[in-house]
């Protein structure tokens, strides 16, 4: 029995009202309730009535804000908008508006429940989408203690995705339906919205669409006849003929509960096939069950293009007929796809892949972004966004090989091998100057897509992601057995490589973002470079002074890193392109970080992005962000798949340092966790055909890790610790036997590296002696904050010395906590207090971040 039925009851109790209650009938349409299961991943707050949420299945979306107004899609059709509830009291005609007493939200994976109190009743609306049928349900579940009326008003549409219209659409109320039916003349477009106990109350025109809502209402004469029901509202829609949509329509209101019960039993499946953690920081854990969500949330079976591909965003359209970025871009979904393969979700990056490939062109290149109402127009002969960037090609065959690695399919890697050799030649025929490099002036766009700075030659994201499906292509080939492409892809990755170094400026210490045709560097201190850095190209001393620079306040914020420096001329903090802050960007400076032996900054930037996860739409994260303050454009699209990459990229093969390599046949470990976490529990870790728990125990003498595979089969394990610089590592045991290992040490990290073939239950026992430690520093912004926390831009060990570079607000004091502060002798620039090191910055400038040193002395 639900809640609001208990409180029923307890109220019939204490008023008297046992004859009224025992009379009732149940109210006509409404069904017996049912539990909505709480769950561990349920992200609750006060309602905020102008906050994005959505629900959605692989062929429809409820896109709504938090006072439960929303459109509805059937894929590729929007259905209507617009709709809301209202509420009579009795027989007053004076509506109380959803919007005004909105109160809750609760969002789960397979429910979200939008709470409504007045102080007569209260009314939760648990939305559900059904995970594969074209429709959802609204379960109302009402408490009231007076005569209660529930009107419900949309707009209908019926309108395909943008570019797309049609025309002489009608509605009317099918009575043996309790439903509007929306239609149109053609017969191939339908929709269905109503309730089971309601009756419409609207006059529809029979040839065309009124310009005021359709509404339908639900009265509740008997309040008692609410008590432990539901009220379903109930919508379906799609292409095809009216029978197919309307079966849908029958078979969702016939059993809601079954539509629940097969959300949450997908939702459960997805959760425990894919990777699992338990860190000491719940913010983390919670965030990637969520990202799975986002991700799956964004799949799509189209009713007319083959397989089901990965939408990149989604947000509501409002009167218009683009609903955030809800169709398909090739860029995105092999952005994604890397995600994908590190949660071990494979079959959506198999699928998402598979599907995009339908489109490449003729001559090799992959489409840049597909509407989803191609059956509506000539999408690939009149509009000329199809194939308008470069990178989706080389990163198409980065994307498959990523697959490969992590799975081992070699027969994928056939499959697609016709359209990843046809890929790899139109990418290398954009090389004009025979540089080994792309030039975007014959590929497309690259990084940026207008403005200044798009007049240049070739920018160094694009080549980043060439070089990258240069060496993918050499190993795939190699592993068809295509010796002459292999050996043709190593000799063009070897000379890509070297060209990688014409970005390098000596002027400004850092790898640019682009030249021009003449050879000339543009200047421009971005992040861009860090997608060849964290694929591990540049020299390391290079690579370092680029990624300390991107680490300064002027590019990294306490909400993610600006896509240019706030001292550019160039700088716009709204600006698309030109000044705000990408989750998505940000994931690839967080991967460099830690690929590149800057866990500190590598975990801010992390942190940075995981709050994104709970501030707008709940568990989604948001495209784009101001930046100037931790807040968002009007245009940034609140679900966006790329934004939830930033949380799942850098956190699975950072932080946790998990990959795989020779085709699942290798599994490389590369933690870079906190010295203070003392227990990190990861579980079904997928590794081709095989599922890995790990366990991670760290005292200050020890590091213990036990790997649990679920099959005896011998595999190659690659394990590479960060540990804190000054770190010695006197012994390695694998399974109770010393093992050989080496030490690498850079001043800026410890990281001693074992080789081992493993096969069944193995721990390995590493035996330290401690060296001082500073602990991730991640600053808690608000929504609305202005650039606050404290910048590491640099910690260096060199012998019994250290070099702590901070920077800070002019005047600011600010802490961090350390390990092992016993063994400094003295510290210059700071005040060590017991494990907390207590900084403060020079006065200056009011609001001006300056930089700070603190020097050490270290002994025993």
Sequence with gaps: MSRGAVLNILLILSTGRFDIAAQAQPLVG????????????????????????????????????????????????????????????????????????????????????????????????????????????????????????????????????????????????DSNQNAYLISEPSGQNHGYVGSPAAGGISYTPAHMLSDQPNQFQIRIEEPVSAIGRFIPIVMAGGTGDRQTVQAVYEKLASDPQEVYRKAREHYQALRQQTLRIDTPVESLNLALEWSKVAYDNLLVSHPTLAGTGLIAGLDRSGPGGRPGFGWFFGGDTYINTLSLNALGYFEASRNAISFMTQFQRDDGKMAHEVTQATEYVDWFGDYPYAYIHADTSPYFIVAVDDYFQSTGELDFVRGQWDALTRAYEWS???????????????????????????????????????????????????????????????????????????????????????????????????????????????????????????????????????????????????????????????????????????????????????????????????????????????????????????????????????????????????????????????????????????????????????????????????????????????????????????????????????????????????????????????WKSSVGDANRGMRINRYERMGDRGILVVEGLAGTKYRLHVLQSDEVICVDGATLKEDQLMIEIPEGPRETYLQHTISFQFGK
């Design 428 to 778: 290398r025929s954009t090389d004009g100057n025979g540089d080994g490099l792309m030039d975007n002036t014959l590929a497309g766009l690259g990084a940026l897509e207008f403005g200044a700075l798009t007049g240049i030659l070739s920018d160094i994201y694009l080549n980043a992601v060439w070089i990258k499906a240069t060496e993918a292509m050499a190993r795939l080939a190699r592993e068809l057995g295509d010796v002459d492409l292999s050996s043709q892809a190593a000799a063009d990755h070897d000379t890509a490589l070297a060209a990688f170094e014409k970005y390098w400026s000596e002027d400004t210490g850092h790898y640019v973002y682009a030249f021009n045709e003449d050879g000339d560097l543009v200047e421009e201190i971005t992040p861009w470079s860090s997608v060849g850095l964290m694929f591990g190209y540049g020299t390391d001393e290079r690579a370092r002074s680029s990624l300390l620079r991107i680490a300064r306040a002027d590019l990294t914020s306490d909400w993610g890193v600006r896509m240019l420096s706030t001292g550019s001329s160039y700088f716009e903090p709204l600006n698309y392109n030109y000044g705000a802050v990408w989750p998505f960007l940000t994931s690839w400076v967080t991967m460099a970080h830690f690929r590149r032996g800057f866990p500190l900054q590598g975990y801010a930037s992390l942190m940075s992005t995981v709050q994104h996860v709970y501030n707008r739409s709940l568990g989604q994260v948001t495209e784009l962000l101001s930046g100037i303050r931790h807040t968002w454009p009007q245009e940034s699209v609140p679900h966006q798949g790329f934004g939830t990459a930033g949380t799942v990229l850098p956190l699975v093969r950072g932080l946790l340092g998990l990959s795989t390599e020779d085709g699942g046949g290798t599994l490389v470990f590369k933690p870079a966790l906190p010295g203070d976490w003392g227990r990190t529990r990861i579980e079904n870790f997928r590794m081709g055909d095989r599922h890995l728990d790990m366990l991670i125990e760290r005292e200050p003498s020890k590091l213990r890790v036990v790997i649990e595979p679920d099959v005896r089969e011998e595999f190659q394990l690659t394990f590479e610790p960060v540990l804190a610089p000054g770190t010695n590592v006197t012994g390695v045991r694998v399974n109770g036997s010393a093992t050989d290992f080496t030490v690498i040490d850079t001043g800026f990290i410890t990281q001693p590296r074992i080789h081992s073939r493993l096969e069944g239950r193995t721990v390995i026992e590493l035996d330290l002696e401690p060296a001082f430690e500073i602990l991730p520093l991640t």
């Design 30 to 173: 409404s069904i017996e309730d049912f539990e909505i299961h709480e769950s561990d991943l349920t992200l609750s707050r006060r309602a905020q009535p102008n906050t994005f949420f959505d629900k959605t299945g692989r062929r429809f979306a409820v896109l709504g804000v938090e006072s439960g107004a929303f459109e509805a899609w059937a894929y590729p059709i929007k259905l209507f908008r617009d709709f809301s509830l209202e509420f009579f009291i009795e027989s007053s005609t004076q509506p109380i508006l959803a919007s005004d007493i909105v109160s809750r939200i609760d969002v789960r994976p397979e429910a979200t429940s939008i709470t409504y109190v007045f102080q007569s009743f209260t009314v939760r609306a648990h939305y559900v989408t059904a995970v594969q049928d074209a429709g959802a349900v609204i379960l109302l579940d009402v408490d009231s203690t007076e005569p209660l009326t529930i009107v419900a008003g949309f707009i209908p549409m019926l309108q395909p995705m943008w570019p797309a219209g049609i025309g002489g659409q009608y509605a009317f109320w």
